[in-house]
């Protein structure tokens, strides 16, 4: 089965003209903006997968993190075919962009978590 990261993390980043990964570098200062798309739970069946995923945008600025995760929740949500031998046929937005700490205050980041549903190409 595909795995929901490396198939979502460049997808989003080329949508969004940015870094991304599934863990974030440890220079992410020097990577702004960056989106992390990491899998945080979600089910597994025989031919589908329900993975839950964690979007995380990390921004020099507020403004900045803000509009880059509502860019990537509008394009997640819209997102449907065949994406880096995967085919997605749904996405759901758990639980929208927000506010999320981090230790550097240097960054701003916001997270969202979305169900995806997805199968191999």
Known sequence: MAEVEAVLAPWLGTVLSVQYGAETPPDLENRLPFVRVERVGGADGRFRQHPRVAVDVFAATTDEARALSS???????????????????????????????????????????????????
Request: proline share 4%; charged share 30%; glycine share 8%.
């Open 71 to 121: 860019a990537a929740r509008d394009a997640l949500i819209a997102l449907r075919g065949e994406v880096r031998g995967a085919v997605v046929s749904h996405v759901e937005c758990d639980s929208g962009p927000s506010r999320e700490p981090w230790a550097n205050s240097e960054i701003r980041r916001r997270g969202a978590i979305y169900t995806v549903t997805l199968r191999d190409a």
